[in-house]
């Protein structure tokens, strides 16, 4: 063989090895799992909701894509369901059905498919309002979740809804709402009486400049807005959900036999809107186990009959920046158990703060407390905030139940720090025992029947309840 044959063989072998090196580097790369804890996964959502709603026993399938937008393989050690085998829900990662799937590569740039199915019977009164569940990710130790989200009973779902006319809650199935339910301008919503409204975390019920609420409860068939947690742990768990928002504008809205609970705030109601008549008139109405506030008023208009507003993290009722406001026959039992709370139940402010630091008044024209009841765990239950001795701060608590240490001649025929005696404030029964204080000692202020319908009488009892002797 001569010296060229050679050469050439050398040349054709270098090339071969060189080849087949770069071939094995290039594995190598492909094959190399990056175990970085700083890496972490991407998905086409950060939740799946399923909005069908079924009327027969029904399921759905929907997908969620997984991305490794990194440079290198990385490795999900687990893929699980969190609910486990009580889940109403099912996946499928990479074509291997489970609740809990392990070791599950995905390439550089590369992305996988995961099918998430659900099976429900939705006429099944027992199940939750809303079923819920999460995908849990464990990458490099790190932890990442999906939430899974899917109607529980047949119902009608509102979706971050917009009503852009007039529009009626009825009462043959529930109503769920998830985000949010806007009035828009001019439009009016009504609640038929009887009706049960579910708000799902986060969530609040809004009515917009010129709209307006009508909520058309009665003594028999009540409305019931609350979370959308079913279960027993929840009965009386607050901040389930945000607040009905009566914002600056709105007009002539009523809430009539209602039971709002759980939520941040009970109802917020802004500045009077185009009319010479109040912006909310709430009767016959229990708001409880709010976590921040049952009433809060900003230069409102508010008139308020038989009302029972209870058991609030900071306040029952802030009438702040002015305003005009006139509360009969109502009880006001701040007993917040879930932490210590500092605040006073009601408080009376003239004035706010703008972002600049400077201070605007506005005046308080009215707020008139009439045979109320306004009594709870702290030695002063009410609020005073006067902006000045000159402004106008106007307010009467006639012929009250105050626990307060105010001495004030707008105090007229008031029982100071006397305990009401309510039946059982620790169960929200704020109804009045037989030796209470309050029992007799109101005067007839055109409430002639109590939240209950029991007629008071010529001498009613203080606050929402009148006294009745068990048969």
Not at 149 to 178: L, M, R
Not at 371 to 386: P, R
Request: with cysteine; hydrophobic share 35%.
């Amino acid at each position: 063989m001569n010296i060229k044959n050679i050469q050439h063989i050398f040349i054709k072998s270098g090339i071969l090895i060189l080849l087949l090196a770069l071939s094995f580097q290039s594995c190598k790369k492909d094959d190399f799992i990056d175990n970085n804890p700083s890496l972490k996964l991407e998905f086409s959502t950060d939740s799946i909701l399923f909005d069908t709603i079924f009327t027969t026993v029904g399921s759905a399938t929907l997908q969620l894509k997984v991305y490794n937008r990194h440079d290198n393989t990385i490795m999900i050690s687990s893929i699980r369901l969190e609910g486990g085998n009580a889940s109403f829900f099912r996946i499928n990662v990479d074509g291997y059905p489970s609740i809990n799937v392990a070791d599950i590569e995905i390439a550089a740039k590369d992305s996988l498919y995961i099918f998430i199915h659900l099976t429900i019977d939705p006429n099944n009164t027992n199940n939750p309002m809303v079923v819920t569940d999460q995908i849990v990710f464990e990458t490099n130790g790190n932890i990442q979740d999906v939430d899974l989200v899917a109607w529980g009973q047949d119902a009608y779902f509102y979706y971050y809804n917009i009503i852009s006319s007039d529009f009626e809650f009825i009462n043959d199935k529930p109503h769920v709402v998830y985000g949010y339910v806007v009035v828009d301008s001019a439009c009016t919503l009504n609640i038929q009486e009887g009706t049960k409204v579910y708000m799902h975390s986060n969530s609040f019920l809004y009515v917009y400049r010129d709209g307006t609420l009508k909520i058309n409860g009665t003594l028999d068939n009540p409305v019931t807005i609350q979370g959308d947690r079913l279960e027993s742990y929840y009965q009386d768990i607050p901040g389930q959900w945000n607040w009905i928002w009566l914002s600056a504008m709105s007009v002539d809205n009523e809430i009539n036999y209602a039971i709002i609970r759980n939520g941040v705030r009970g109802v917020q109601i802004d500045t009077v809107g185009n009319s010479p008549n109040p912006t909310l008139r709430i009767n016959n109405t229990i708001i409880e186990n709010m976590l921040s506030t049952g009433i809060f008023a900003q230069g409102s208009y508010i008139t308020a009959t038989n009302c029972v507003i209870n058991s609030c993290g900071q306040y029952a009722v802030v009438m702040s920046i002015g305003g005009n406001y006139d509360f009969r026959h109502c009880t006001i039992g701040n007993y917040w158990n879930y932490s210590s709370r500092q605040t006073p139940s009601v408080v009376l402010n003239n004035y706010y703060e703008d972002i600049y630091g400077s201070f605007h008044v506005r005046p308080l024209e009215n707020a008139y407390f009439g045979n109320c009841i306004i009594y709870g765990s702290n030695e002063e239950e009410i609020l005073l905030d006067n902006y000045f001795s000159s402004s106008i701060f106007n307010y009467t608590f006639d012929h009250c139940l105050l626990r307060t240490t105010i001495n004030s001649d707008s105090l007229e025929f008031c029982i100071k720090n006397e305990d009401p005696l309510f039946a059982d404030y620790h169960e929200n029964d704020y109804k009045l025992q037989s030796t209470s204080p309050a029992i007799g000692a109101g005067i007839p202020m055109g409430v002639p029947l109590d939240i209950e319908g029991v007629d008071r009488g010529s001498i009613p009892d203080l606050g929402a309840y009148q006294f009745v002797e068990d048969d």
